[in-house]
């Protein structure tokens, strides 16, 4: 690695230049000495189950342009994204897998960037990073960086999540404001300057989603609504429990800027991405404690109640926005690609 500082071919050959930049980037960042030996696999053998405990596992690709962006970067949301993807399930994440696609003229320097945003990522949610993977490709074949993850946690015993779970008469609530993620890359991207301190919401919350099953431990199920944002979440849980959800749109948490931005651009908030936000369906006997619960973690400060959930009243379950005016319209799903390259 001596006097180099870009990405060449050669730094995926397999051969010591791969080796050399494995050791100084990556295990040097964020690998733990005591479990990285070399091999081709790592054996978990710390982790035990116990009596009724079951493993979740997710996996996520993550192709975002720009690579950094205002409050996080690509390595900061892929550690989330597969923390929070791991932790709607109840599980507690324990290990996360790491592979990079590189493009070949990268810098050096970009690269231990997002290896530095990576290790402190993971040493918040309090995580493992135990196995990973390198290639390089020709310049112009990958935009600098691809990073994908695989991740695996631990369900405890009598967690079972699910949006088959959901009731008429439960409660929505989410963690916070909706849309910063997405319109904070979107301006980047374009260039758009809303003279705000607009940032991307990319947070683990694994911590708040296990503050809210202790306080709710009825809870119901958990999505962190991501691309196709709020909407496409709602009405998958629709979908999956055959039943209305209405939304009031006066309680959902909304930065002025983002609303403004969505107005200006014609885009629908509800399906604006957000990468550190996590919807839960609670009973209604719940929803008090589970959003004291929220707003007590650091993450989900300006959590609110922001729906409830209906009997089915048509040939299909719906999702409902009760509007400022009184008025009430139906919230579909995003069709298309409202904004390509997000996470």
């Not at 990556?26 to 405990?53: M, P, Q, R, S, W």
């Not at 074949?141 to 991740?151: F, L, M, V």
């Not at 707003?295 to 959590?303: D, F, L, P, Q, T």
């Amino acid at each position: 690695m001596a006097n180099q500082d870009k990405i060449l071919m050669s730094h995926g050959s397999g051969g010591s230049m791969m080796s050399d930049l494995i050791e100084s980037e990556f295990v040097n960042a964020y690998i733990d000495k005591d479990i990285y030996l070399g091999d081709d696999a790592t054996v978990l053998d710390k982790i035990k189950l116990g009596d009724g405990e079951k493993i979740a596992m997710s996996t996520d690709s993550y192709v975002v342009q720009p690579l950094t962006f205002p409050g996080a970067d690509i390595g900061r949301l892929a550690v989330c994204g597969t923390v929070n993807d791991i932790s709607t399930s109840g599980a507690k994440p324990v290990a996360l897998s790491i592979g990079f696609i590189l493009e070949e003229g990268l810098e050096i320097s970009v690269l231990k960037e997002i290896c530095s945003s990576i290790a402190k990522s993971a040493s918040e949610a309090g995580v493992k990073i135990v196995t990973g993977d390198t290639k390089v490709v020709e310049h112009g074949k990958c935009d600098g960086i691809y990073i994908n993850t695989s991740g695996i946690g631990i369900v405890p015993s009598g967690i079972n999540l699910s949006g088959q779970n959901i009731k008429p008469g439960d409660v929505v609530l989410i963690s916070g404001t909706i849309g910063d993620h997405g319109i904070t890359i979107m301006s980047c991207r374009e260039g758009l300057n809303f003279s705000t301190n607009l940032k991307s919401d990319a947070a683990p919350l694994n911590s708040l989603v296990a503050d809210v099953l202790k306080a709710a431990p009825d809870t119901r199920c958990f999505r962190d609504p991501t691309r196709g944002g709020v909407a496409s979440a709602l009405n998958e849980f629709a979908a999956q429990s055959n039943v209305d959800i209405t939304i009031n749109e006066v309680e959902v948490p909304l930065r002025r800027e983002v609303k403004s931005a969505c107005e200006m651009l014609g885009y629908d908030v509800f399906q604006v991405a957000n990468e550190g936000k996590m919807i839960a369906i609670v009973p209604p006997d719940h929803a008090d404690a589970a959003l004291s619960a929220m707003r007590a973690n650091k993450y989900g400060k300006e959590s609110a109640i922001i729906g409830y959930v209906d009997e089915v009243s048509s040939s299909a379950p719906k999702v409902y926005v009760q509007t400022e005016f009184k008025t009430r319209r139906i919230l579909d799903k995003l069709v298309g690609e409202q904004l390509p390259r997000i996470c």
